[in-house]
């Protein structure tokens, strides 16, 4: 990969390939004639139609270097398709699909894009574009969808974005009565009573985030110190800023996301920006349900259990976290034993949700769920929030563990479902259930 062929299109893991011939090389690199299905271009077509793995050497622009690039190697690409089309200048050009194949070391690539900042590409060029912004203006910033699977390539569909969680009249929140006095940011307040719910400090750290390489503007934002049992975020009834640092799950999208159409997993979602550990991705949204009204609709896929005082309580397997034993007397108190044991409410996200309900299951997640409680203080209706578990480079895939055991779906007629997992991490335990 060279970088001077401008039909090229490079997501890491995934690559069009444009041939080679007909490119004015020593001048605008536009493409100036036909190519023909000769030399390397007949090499890679015998490739894929042998079945042949090939490798992928990229080549990235560098000042400091006497040829004016570095080269990463990334290994070994399978050649899924061969196309001959017109180029963006109007010349046939022939363009290779590659896929990276599983099992490999990280790509040296992403590294090379983390060490240099984040991924800028303007969405009116992604190939396979088939929606501009998924969430239609929803969040504050756009959520493209790319599909290079399907031939015709088609959108998400079945489903309407909700940036917000949905709450049916019968389902009660009562929202809080007292707040915190902080003014400004709670993180430069001497006490704060929302600190002492959360141990006596906050639960985030505050940080600058360059969001315009070209004006050098930057953005505050909160990551999470660590997993805790459960966030408690100012509210309502606070008196601090909008924009203080524990009211982090408050502020919508932080990073730019993409929905990409994925070979065996459906849609999936990858990054374009750098996100450190403890960096909010997104919350997962939908329909607050009763999990009574749940049980009926065995074939949807998106229901997600708010089990946080399960969580707290360490029950049925659950690995207790950071903070448990603070809120467990309080909350043996307020919730009976016997009725929580299993998860009251879920989040249904089957026909309404936003990019979470396409973030997939790993083995290996770089994702964690924290459940946030802001407006209100009932564990059982918390929020549920996915932040970054390590340091993300730009274009990997976002994904975290959906914690099912094996063999625990029973279907319709008793026999137990089983789902084969498809994350290709090292430690994958092949069934998803």
Same mark, same amino acid.
């Given at each position: 990969? @060279? ?30 004639? +036909? ?16 079945? +042949? ?9 560098? &000042? ?19 196309? %001959? ?38 969405? @009116? ?14 969040? #504050?910033?756009?959520?493209? /969808? ?34 915190? +006095?902080?003014?400004?940011?709670? %993180?430069? #307040? &001497? ?6 719910? +959360?141990? %006596?400090?906050?639960?985030?750290? %505050? ?14 934002v909160g990551r999470l110190v660590e997993p805790k049992a ?61 999990? /009574? ?28 976290? @950071? ?15 016997? /009725?929580?044991? /299993? ?91």
């Amino acid at each position: 990969m @060279s970088g001077v062929y401008e039909d090229d299109f490079d997501k890491a893991d995934e690559i069009i390939y444009t041939g080679e011939g007909g490119n004015n090389l020593l001048g605008n690199s536009h493409q100036k004639t +036909n190519q023909t299905l000769l030399r390397g271009n007949l090499a890679l077509k015998n490739s894929k139609d042998n079945g +042949n793995p090939i490798r992928v050497i990229r080549g990235h622009k560098e &000042k400091d270097s006497y040829t004016g690039k570095v080269y990463t190697y990334d290994g070994l690409y399978k050649v899924m398709d061969c196309l %001959s089309e017109k180029g963006v200048r109007g010349h046939l050009v022939f363009k290779f699909k590659l896929k990276r194949l599983e099992g490999q070391p990280p790509l040296t690539t992403s590294q090379v894009l983390f060490s240099r900042g984040d991924v800028h590409m303007p969405i @009116s060029e992604l190939p396979g574009l088939v929606c501009r912004d998924i969430s239609y203006g929803q969040e #504050s910033l756009p959520v493209p /969808a790319t599909n290079l699977i399907d031939n015709p390539p088609v959108p998400p569909s079945g489903f309407v974005y909700s940036k917000s969680l949905l709450i049916p009249d019968y389902i009660k929140m009562l929202t809080d009565s007292i707040g915190c +006095n902080c003014k400004g940011d709670c %993180s430069t #307040s &001497k006490h704060c009573l929302c600190a002492d719910l +959360n141990g %006596s400090d906050l639960p985030y750290v %505050s940080r600058q985030r360059k969001v315009s390489a070209k004006h050098g503007t930057h953005k505050n934002v909160g990551r999470l110190v660590e997993p805790k049992a459960v966030v408690f975020e100012c509210g309502v009834n606070c008196s601090c800023h909008c924009k203080c640092v524990n009211r982090t799950s408050q502020q919508g999208l932080q990073y730019r996301l993409e929905v990409f159409k994925t070979e065996l997993k459906g849609w999936g979602v990858r990054t374009w920006d750098t996100i450190l550990p403890g960096g909010l991705v997104c919350e997962y949204t939908g329909v607050l349900r009763r999990n /009574a009204e749940a049980e009926g609709l065995q074939d949807n896929k998106y229901i997600f259990d708010i089990d946080c005082l399960q969580t707290i309580k360490g029950l049925d397997g659950r690995k207790q976290r @950071s903070g448990s034993e603070l809120h467990m007397a309080s909350l043996q108190d307020e919730h009976d034993p016997e /009725a929580s044991q /299993a998860p009251e409410y879920c989040i249904d996200a089957g026909s309404v949700g936003n990019i979470a309900r396409f973030i997939n299951h790993s083995c290996q997640p770089n994702l964690f769920i924290q459940c946030v409680l802001s407006s209100h203080r009932d564990i059982k209706l918390a929020k549920i929030m996915l932040f970054a578990a390590d340091t993300i480079p730009p274009l990997q895939e976002l994904s975290y563990d959906y914690g099912y055991c094996l063999d625990s779906i029973i279907g319709a007629d008793g026999n137990v479902v089983k789902l084969a997992c498809h994350c290709g991490a090292s430690d994958c335990r092949k069934w998803l259930y």
